[in-house]
């Protein structure tokens, strides 16, 4: 017999597919992407630039890696381990560059660790286990580099979860000055900068898993939350923003005013 469409399901992943417009956009650059490859893709994402629409089901997927955190960190206590500062909050630049640590886990050894709880696929347990964690991605090995940096401590402990089968992977990462000191100053560049150049070509598989894509290659594309870092007029002077049009500090960094005018970012030089 023929099915009918579920129209429980399709409610489900049409509701799921809001979720991210519903969250708001940041007012920041995040530590948890510092570490991308495209910095053009960060820039976006620090200015306030509408990400591409996801799939329902797609969401949820990534919704769930919400729920094996919460789950792995009750596991930890009923383990014997101590999880404090439970999404401890870091700032720098200015405020412009912040995140939020997953905790910070006593009893691996002598020493406290930054404790970061990740799901993954089991194509991608299985690259995390065959290459390591922080080989194979260079974003997850930044935001921890970022997160020991700012908490002043020098270890931090991955924990990974295979989604398929509940195995579990960890990796312990030393702190490293010269790169925390490297991605700061990436920070600072993107935070600084009119816009970024464009790190992939079209056709990439990087750039059709991006969330700007169409920003980037179809412009002119939706924006849906005017800011100031999408404005026409908005600059910086350091990593102070600065309004041209009325000529003074932006004091409140992801907001707008009634004279906003869409910056079109597609192109790698900006028309100032």
Request: aromatic residues 10%.
């Amino acid at each position: 017999m023929a099915q009918l469409p579920d129209r429980v399901a399709e409610a489900m992943y049409e509701a799921a597919s809001r979720w991210r417009k519903d969250s708001g956009v940041r007012s920041y650059l995040g530590m948890s992407g510092i570490g991308g490859t495209c910095r053009r893709k960060i820039w976006y994402g620090f200015r306030g630039y509408t990400p591409t629409a996801l799939e329902g089901r797609v969401q949820m997927i990534f919704s769930m890696g919400d729920a094996v955190e919460l789950q792995t960190l009750r596991w930890l206590e009923q383990a014997g381990y101590i999880v404090r500062d439970r999404q401890q909050s870091f700032e720098l630049l200015n405020g412009l560059l912040r995140g939020h640590c997953d905790g910070i886990i006593e009893g691996v050894t002598s020493r406290p660790h930054i404790l970061e709880i990740k799901s993954a696929s089991a194509s991608r347990f299985k690259l995390f286990k065959d290459n390591g964690i922080c080989e194979t991605s260079p974003e997850y090995a930044a935001q921890v580099q970022m997160y020991m940096g700012c908490a002043g401590l020098d270890r931090a402990l991955f924990v990974v979860m295979n989604k398929n089968t509940c195995e579990i992977l960890t990796e312990r990462v030393h702190f490293q000055k010269r790169e925390f000191d490297a991605l700061v100053e990436k920070a600072r560049e993107i935070i600084s900068a009119d816009v970024e150049i464009k790190a992939y070509g079209k056709d990439s598989r990087e750039c059709g898993m991006c969330d700007y894509r169409m920003h980037c290659w179809h412009a002119p594309y939706i924006q849906e939350a005017p800011t100031c870092g999408t404005c026409f007029h908005c600059a910086f002077h350091g990593i102070a923003p600065w309004c041209r049009k009325h000529d003074h500090d932006i004091l409140k960094w992801g907001m707008a005013c009634p004279d906003w005018e869409f910056l079109d970012a597609s192109l790698d030089v900006v028309p100032f």
